[in-house]
Structures are given as C-alpha cells and as structure tokens.
C-alpha cells in the first residue's frame, strides 16, 4: 500500500512526540515508561492507519500496544485517529520494521503481529517477507520467552510460506485457521482496513498463531 504524501502529516507527527515516535532507537529498552501502567508490550508490525491496533488498544487496557509503520503519511493517518482516542494505552513508531532488533531491547515483548503483510510473491524476493527467517530471528531475540505471534492475510501463497518457514525455524503452532471469519476465533477478531475488504469481497481470511521454542 502506497500512499501520496501529505503535506499535513510530517508537522502533525512533529507535533506529537508523545504519542509517535521516529527515533526509536532512544527508546529501546525503556518502552515502559512511555505508558501510564507498566504491561505486557504487544506490537503491530505494519499498522497501516491504524485501524486493528486502536481496535485492540481499546479491547485490552490490560496491555499496553505499539503501532510500527515505516510510511510516513500513513503514520499520519494512524496518529490522526489515535489522537481522537487519548488511548493511555498506545503508541505508535514510524519507523521500519526490519530494524526491529533496533527499536526494543531483547525480550522486551510479549506479542507481535503482522497482519496482510507484504507477500512478496516472486521467489526472488522471499527474503522481503516478514516471515523469512532473518526476521523470525529478529522477533526471537525481541520477544519474551513466551512470546508469540499472530499473523493474518488474506494470500494463501504467503500463508503456506510462513507456516513452512515457521516449521523450519522450529517455532510451535498454538493455532492454525484457514477461514478465520466462518470461525469460533472469529469471536474476538479485531479487523483491519484490508480485512473488511477482503472478506467483504468474500475472500478467506488465513490465521496463525505460533510461540518460538524455550532454551534449554
């Protein structure tokens, strides 16, 4: 998703650095202290404009959330509907995802979640998807040791692709949903702007959750 830059989104985020930030590197292992009540930490990797993570922000605050988005403008977009919530219980970055590593201190998150990440269908470029296994090592060294994943999309090719890379990696299913929609996990879904689309259009939603191995 490509979005035409706005000339109002870089002096909002500007404005703003209490709720977005943009050198999250100086906040790496003090993420707590940017929320009111120190909780459990669970990141959207990619959160568009913001639709799933306010959702979730709002479900659950028992936990403290973080929106990561690499375009600017749609980080606007998110920022601007977040600040409409006052949500005491969220944060965004604008910031890229592949530098995660750089962003949170080891073991300093209990979730991730990509939702209808970049496919990346050719093969050439199975080193962009955000579940090939450079990243997966990446979320390994920032999540807790029961930490897990969640991941939706709506492209069966990228699905088979992370539960093989997945399997590969070592890490174990929790959970697996072909049709999340006609689903009893269905119950609680948060729904992205790219979902709603896509199921209204009649199209599966695919679902997994999965937590990497304990060492011994």
């Known amino acids: 998703m490509r979005v035409k830059h706005k000339k109002w989104a870089d002096p909002l985020i500007a404005d703003h650095p209490e709720m977005i930030v943009t050198n999250a590197e100086e906040v790496k292992g003090h993420w ?128 088979e692709f992370s539960l093989q890379s997945m399997n590969n990696y070592g890490m174990l299913f929790d959970g697996v949903w072909l049709d999340l929609h006609n689903s009893d996990e269905n119950e609680h879904n948060v729904e992205t702007e790219y979902e709603q689309k896509f199921a209204a259009k009649g199209q599966p939603i695919y679902k997994l959750t999965a937590h990497f191995k304990k060492d011994e």
């Open 32 to 159: 707590q202290d940017r929320f009111v009540k120190k909780q459990p930490i669970h990141v959207e990797v990619g959160m568009g404009k913001g639709q799933f993570i306010i959702g979730m922000a709002k479900a659950h605050p028992e936990i403290n959330f973080i929106g990561l988005e690499i375009q600017r403008t749609v980080a606007a977009i998110a920022l601007k509907k977040a600040l409409a919530e006052e949500l005491p219980n969220l944060q965004l970055i604008c910031g890229d995802g592949s530098d995660i590593t750089n962003y949170f201190e080891d073991h300093e998150l209990d979730r991730l979640y990509l939702n209808f990440s970049d496919p990346w269908p050719k093969t050439r470029h199975a080193k962009r998807r955000l579940t090939y296994h450079t990243f997966l090592a990446g979320y390994q060294q920032v999540l807790k040791d029961e930490g897990a994943i969640e991941l939706k999309t709506d492209n069966m090719g990228f699905f």
